[in-house]
């Protein structure tokens, strides 16, 4: 098995790692830390060294002249300010997604790759034209509040549950603050009220969902790609096998994560065997890690993959390798964050921790990714979705079974614009009769 490589603190030296980007010069960054990263003897001229280094017309020397010119116009600065403004220009400039690294930045960043939220503590479904509480955790506010499976929800906070389908609904429960929201819950018989709950810290399940929808299609939401992911989302393609599934909707949406064995088990299990993964490449030009295909896949299904803006870690790598190694697979929703685990922490002698990427990522069909600019899907599509096909129903007293699973189709994919298109494309294959096998 490959082995992992980490993500790691290391000091900046004149002998370190530059990133492999060539957006812009790399003296540029270089120059810019020289005073803190290059050691000067004390009988050494700074200047000299500088000019020595990247000659006359030296970033150093430029920034140099313009400040003195500020000081001699009597304009003032404060130093540590100054220097956190430029360091994150250079910094961006190299990496939009990088910047000057703390520790609220980096507890962030940790809490969303493991998966923590804040919750209310309960499940959303869909029955028949209706969304109701699926389940409800015992030991959370949702409960606490005294709401129960099978209550209809009729809003999340400003949310429509008539016309949002279920992906924006539970984001819309989730959040990254410990703030209540309001859910409109109730029937006629029962009466409608507006519920206050309160959110909690909350650690999503690395596969969120897994379900067969009507017409032998199957969908997975991952949340998190973390150790057990991959053998989940195997185990559940394998039962869905033994039932002859025509296609597969894996959503990425929202999704993280950074365990690369996990990515590799679920690309395996639809690349052909042999196939290259990806190779992650070091500054230096060296392979860090690559992984092909060990394996036949499981079976040669159209593979649908959900993505949006908040795809990012492990789960935009994953729909990078799927759409660039693995035939039949197509990218449906929005621009991906630009994130692909291509990052490490450089720290200065004086302890600023800089975040940037310092590697890259190719792919199966040679596609480089450096960061910063995220996967283009095939089809682009909006966040809600106000289109309403319902089907329209023959008119006999009892419903044929495919009238039935329209509908419940239709109910189950209502308002999700990026989950609608991906089922019609989808199922006009399967009309079509192409098979990938």
Same mark, same amino acid.
């Given at each position: 098995?490959?082995?992992? %490589?980490?993500?790691?603190t290391?000091?900046?030296?004149r002998y370190?790692?530059?990133?492999?980007?060539?957006?812009?010069?790399?003296? *540029?960054?270089v120059? =810019?830390?020289l005073?803190?990263?290059?050691?000067?003897e004390a009988?050494?001229?700074?200047?000299?060294?500088?000019? =020595?280094t #990247?000659?006359?017309?030296?970033?150093?020397?430029?920034?140099?002249?313009l400040?003195?010119?500020?000081?001699?116009?009597?304009?003032?600065?404060?130093?540590?300010?100054?220097?956190?403004q430029?360091?994150?220009?250079?910094v961006?400039?190299l990496?939009?997604?990088?910047?000057?690294?703390?520790?609220a930045?980096?507890?962030a960043?940790?809490?969303?790759r493991?998966?923590?939220?804040?919750?209310p503590?309960?499940r *959303?479904a869909?029955?028949n034209?209706? /969304?109701?509480?699926?389940?409800v955790?015992?030991?959370k506010?949702a409960?606490?509040? $005294?709401?129960?499976?099978g209550?209809?929800?009729?809003?999340v906070?400003t949310?429509?549950?008539? @016309?949002?389908?279920?992906f924006?609904?539970?984001?819309?429960?989730?959040s990254?603050? =410990? &703030?209540?929201?309001?859910?409109?819950?109730g029937?006629?018989?029962d009466?409608v009220?507006t519920?206050?709950?309160?959110?909690?810290?909350i650690q999503?399940?690395?596969?969120?969902?897994?379900?067969a929808l009507p017409?032998?299609?199957g969908y997975?939401?991952?949340n998190?790609?973390r150790?057990?992911?991959g053998?989940?989302?195997?185990?559940q393609?394998?039962?869905?096998?033994? @039932?002859?599934? %025509?296609?597969l909707?894996l959503d990425?949406?929202?999704?993280?994560?950074?365990?690369?064995?996990s990515?590799?088990?679920i690309?395996?299990?639809?690349?052909e065997?042999g196939?290259? *993964? %990806?190779?992650?490449?070091d500054?230096?030009?060296q392979?860090i890690?690559?992984? &092909?295909?060990?394996?036949?896949?499981?079976?040669?299904?159209?593979?649908?993959?959900? /993505?949006?803006?908040?795809?990012?870690?492990?789960?935009?790598v994953?729909?990078?390798?799927l759409?660039?190694?693995?035939?039949?697979?197509?990218?449906?929703?929005?621009?991906?964050?630009?994130?692909?685990?291509?990052?490490?922490t450089?720290?200065?002698p004086d302890?600023?921790?800089?975040?940037?990427?310092?590697?890259?990522?190719?792919?199966?069909?040679g596609?480089i #990714?450096? $960061?910063?600019?995220g996967?283009?899907?095939a /089809?682009?599509?909006a966040?809600?979705?106000?289109?309403?096909?319902?089907?329209?129903?023959?008119?006999?007293?009892?419903?044929?079974d495919?009238?039935?699973?329209?509908?419940?189709?239709? %109910?189950r994919?209502?308002?999700?614009a990026?989950?609608?298109?991906?089922?019609?494309?989808?199922?006009?294959?399967?009309?079509?009769?192409?098979e990938?096998?």
């Amino acid at each position: 098995m490959i082995s992992h %490589y980490q993500s790691y603190t290391r000091p900046v030296s004149r002998y370190g790692r530059t990133p492999p980007i060539s957006r812009l010069p790399l003296a *540029l960054l270089v120059a =810019a830390f020289l005073p803190f990263v290059m050691p000067v003897e004390a009988e050494t001229d700074p200047a000299e060294l500088l000019q =020595a280094t #990247y000659g006359n017309e030296s970033l150093i020397r430029r920034l140099g002249d313009l400040l003195m010119t500020f000081q001699q116009a009597g304009l003032e600065w404060e130093e540590d300010a100054l220097f956190e403004q430029l360091a994150t220009t250079l910094v961006q400039r190299l990496d939009p997604q990088g910047g000057l690294d703390n520790e609220a930045a980096i507890s962030a960043r940790q809490r969303r790759r493991s998966g923590w939220v804040y919750a209310p503590g309960l499940r *959303l479904a869909t029955t028949n034209d209706t /969304v109701v509480i699926a389940d409800v955790h015992p030991d959370k506010p949702a409960a606490e509040a $005294g709401l129960q499976p099978g209550v209809v929800v009729r809003q999340v906070d400003t949310h429509d549950a008539g @016309k949002r389908g279920l992906f924006q609904l539970e984001q819309a429960l989730r959040s990254d603050e =410990a &703030k209540p929201l309001n859910l409109v819950v109730g029937d006629e018989v029962d009466g409608v009220r507006t519920q206050r709950v309160d959110r909690v810290a909350i650690q999503l399940p690395a596969v969120d969902r897994a379900e067969a929808l009507p017409f032998d299609l199957g969908y997975i939401r991952i949340n998190r790609l973390r150790a057990e992911t991959g053998a989940e989302v195997a185990d559940q393609i394998h039962a869905w096998q033994e @039932k002859d599934f %025509y296609g597969l909707l894996l959503d990425l949406r929202d999704a993280d994560g950074y365990d690369w064995d996990s990515i590799e088990t679920i690309a395996t299990l639809f690349a052909e065997e042999g196939a290259l *993964l %990806y190779t992650v490449r070091d500054g230096a030009g060296q392979d860090i890690r690559t992984a &092909k295909a060990d394996a036949p896949p499981v079976n040669a299904l159209p593979l649908m993959v959900l /993505v949006d803006e908040d795809t990012r870690g492990g789960a935009e790598v994953l729909a990078a390798i799927l759409r660039d190694s693995v035939r039949g697979a197509m990218l449906f929703g929005r621009p991906t964050a630009g994130d692909f685990l291509l990052q490490e922490t450089l720290v200065l002698p004086d302890d600023t921790r800089i975040r940037l990427a310092t590697r890259e990522l190719i792919t199966g069909n040679g596609s480089i #990714y450096t $960061g910063g600019t995220g996967l283009t899907p095939a /089809v682009h599509t909006a966040t809600v979705d106000p289109q309403e096909h319902k089907p329209v129903r023959s008119g006999r007293t009892e419903l044929l079974d495919e009238e039935i699973a329209q509908e419940h189709l239709f %109910y189950r994919i209502r308002g999700d614009a990026t989950l609608r298109r991906a089922v019609d494309v989808l199922l006009g294959l399967k009309a079509l009769g192409i098979e990938l096998r």
